[in-house]
Each structure stands twice: as C-alpha cells, then as structure tokens.
C-alpha cells in the first residue's frame, strides 16, 4: 500500500508567524510531489510542485524534498489568515501516469 | 483559459439509481483523471483517461466507470448508488507535463 502521511492538525500560528506543513511517503520510487490548498467546500487548486532533492520557492512558499528521508515540506512565510486552509501533499509515483496518491491533509489555522 | 468544467454542481440521488458526472478539461488537455473525496477516506483516485483510453484505475468496485471522448471530455458513471457513494467527485486535467488542476466538483447526496 503506497502511503502518504500528513499531521491532520489543526496547525495554530498567529498571523506573520511561518507555517510548517510536513509530509511523509513510502514508496521509495516517488518522483513528484505537489502541495494543494483547499478552502472549505472549494476544491483543491495546486500550489507548489517539486521534483528534485532541496527547496523551491516561490513567493511567501518553499517546498523542500529530502527523498533519502521520504519528506517532503512545505513552509509558508508571513502567514496571512487567508491562507488557513487544509494542506494536501500529493505524491506521483513510477510509472503512475497522473495518478497521485494524496495525503489526509493538514488544517492550517492563521490568527489574526 | 477556462479551467476545467464540471457539471452538474450538486445531486441527489436515492439508492439503487444511478448517476453520470460530465468533466470537460482544460483546452487542449489530453488526460483527465477521477477522485472521490469524503470527509473519512480523503480524496482517492477512481480512474485516468488520456486520448479515450483507461490508462490507472483505482481500488473502486465495477459500479465505478468512466470513458473519455475524442474531444477529451470525460464521463463517469455510477450505478447502484449506496449511501456510502455520497462524496465530492472531483474530475482533474492534466497537460504536457505532470500538474493536475482540478474543477469545482459534484456533490452527491445520496438517500
């Protein structure tokens, strides 16, 4: 069973704080990995997407891949409360065509 | 560019009936792909199409199907509805490359 494990939350941070969203996966030959936002009765809209070991950033997010480890991060600077949301980490394997294999999610509380 | 058009919005269905979700993707879009999202199980994957063919099917039981046109638009089918089907159908496109956007979603209620 090729797994993917977030901390379902909720993630408290005052507002301006950083918010750090952690991923974990178990199929060794994982070779894509994005972050999606959801909204509360919206659906998922992609985010962040990174494919090689280190980080990526763009804007107030990086995303950081450690495949030795199978972790995969996503940190969001200067929280805003309209980035409280629910977070899902979405994995691609081998051979997978388009099919991800996502995460539970973790609720991101920002307060203001 | 629009984004990816799902239809209808919400349903309500009772059990036993059946029921058929259209996705229309992106322009230009080849592969479109099926997840069911409840508040328990998360969002899990149904099926892939890419140019009319069935290319992934998930751990769904034959009541789940699906079929893509050669306009790339896409229809899924579920007959034999059961209350435990009452989820968030979630249809996604995908490019040249690996990036899924995803429509807005059916919401069926089923009785």
Not at chain 2, 71 to 88: F, I, K, P, Q
Not at chain 2, 94 to 104: A, H, I, V, Y
Request: proline share 4%; net charge positive; charged share 15%.
């Amino acid at each position: 069973q090729k797994e993917v494990e977030q901390n379902s939350g909720p993630l408290s941070v005052p507002e301006g704080a950083i918010a750090s969203l952690n991923c974990t996966y178990s199929d060794r030959g994982s070779q894509s990995f994005f972050w999606y936002r959801q909204y509360s009765g919206k659906s998922p809209e992609l985010i962040m997407f990174i494919y090689s070991n280190g980080d990526k950033e763009d804007g107030r997010f990086t995303a950081q891949l450690n495949k030795a480890s199978q972790y995969v991060s996503l940190l969001i600077r200067d929280s805003q409360p309209s980035d409280s949301a629910t977070y899902l980490c979405a994995v691609l394997g081998q051979n997978a065509g388009n099919m991800l294999t996502f995460g539970g999610g973790t609720r991101l509380m920002v307060k203001p | 560019k629009a984004g990816v058009t799902q239809t209808p919005r919400y349903l309500i269905k009772t059990r036993g009936q059946q029921v058929t979700l259209s996705c229309s993707p992106i322009s230009g879009h080849r592969s479109v792909s099926w997840y069911q999202q409840t508040p328990g199980q998360g969002l899990q994957f149904l099926f892939e199409y890419f140019s009319e063919t069935q290319r992934n099917k998930g751990n769904f039981p034959g009541r789940f199907s699906g079929r893509q046109f050669s306009n790339s638009r896409s229809e899924m089918n579920v007959s034999t509805l059961e209350l435990g089907d009452s989820a968030l159908y979630l249809c996604a496109s995908t490019g040249q490359g690996e990036k899924l956007f995803f429509g807005s979603g059916t919401q069926l209620s089923v009785l």
